[in-house]
């Protein structure tokens, strides 16, 4: 009963019937001998099958996460700051009260885990809903006010390591660990780079990597094209396009020149 009704549940889901309604759409084209029109139908709906398979989603994450694996705290050393970029969280406003935790507040845990353990006395979340949301979550798991220095002008992730250079600077930090998902450090890592800093790499937030993982043992109905997979696809695959409009970019001027604070 419980397979039957995981296998209804999916038939019933809105991307299976989407698949299916332009699936049937060109098969009537192709009774009706309205060839070309239900070869594109096809095409379409074949591409939208890859992109929304669970396991198409899981191996373009895993190429980004694989190039910054999970470590444990004991294989990091010690920082003058921990700079957590924003992502994964709900800011508190009228009607929410308490901060909303979505897949990547993984990246406020983990920043809270390397200031527990000593390896850095301050954490700086960037990004416009710091103050709003990471502070206060990192608040409510134990890290003090007094511990946490709040950039709030950053719009993404450029800004977040243009805005945070000055941070640093200001404080003459010699070395930061850079927090985010795994997913997101090729292209973060692109841009935390100026001179007189060191910036280490700490992830978290590695889900493709687990799903690949666990692909062989779950269940067929969890393998099967869905909108959250296609969702997870068109993330990594932004990632992508970053990474490449970024390697395209030019420094900004944070990067490209000394900071004189240093």
């Not at 709906?45 to 992109?51: N, Q």
């Not at 999970?70 to 970029?85: C, S, W």
């Not at 007094?146 to 805005?163: G, V």
């Amino acid at each position: 009963m419980f397979v039957l009704f995981k296998w209804f549940l999916w038939l019933c889901l809105p991307s299976t019937v989407v698949l299916m309604g332009i699936a049937l759409i060109a098969l009537w084209l192709l009774v009706r001998k309205q060839i070309r029109p239900a070869i594109v139908l096809i095409l379409l709906d074949t591409l939208l099958v890859i992109v929304m398979l669970p396991w198409t989603a899981a191996k373009l994450g895993y190429t980004l996460e694989r190039q910054y694996p999970p470590k444990a705290l004991t294989e990091y050393g010690t920082a003058d700051a921990i700079v957590l970029l924003g992502g994964g969280l709900g800011p508190v406003r009228p009607g929410f009260p308490y901060t909303e935790c979505y897949a990547a507040s993984d990246r406020a845990i983990m920043a809270c885990r390397l200031w527990k353990a000593g390896k850095a006395p301050v954490i700086i979340p960037t990004g416009e809903m710091a103050a709003a949301s990471e502070k206060l979550l990192l608040e409510t798991i134990g890290v003090p006010s007094s511990a946490i220095l709040c950039e709030e002008r950053a719009r993404d992730t450029a800004e977040n390591a243009d805005f945070t250079f000055k941070v640093l600077a200001e404080r003459k930090c010699k070395r930061a660990f850079v927090v985010t998902s795994s997913w997101h450090l090729p292209r973060a890592m692109m841009l935390f780079k100026t001179p007189g800093i060191e910036f280490i790499p700490v992830s978290c937030d590695t889900e493709a990597s687990l799903t690949l993982a666990q692909f062989p043992v779950m269940p067929m109905w969890q393998k099967l094209p869905s909108f959250a997979s296609g969702a997870s696809t068109m993330i990594y695959a932004k990632e992508w396009l970053g990474i490449l409009f970024y390697s395209l970019r030019k420094p900004s001027q944070a990067q490209a020149l000394p900071t004189a604070k240093q």
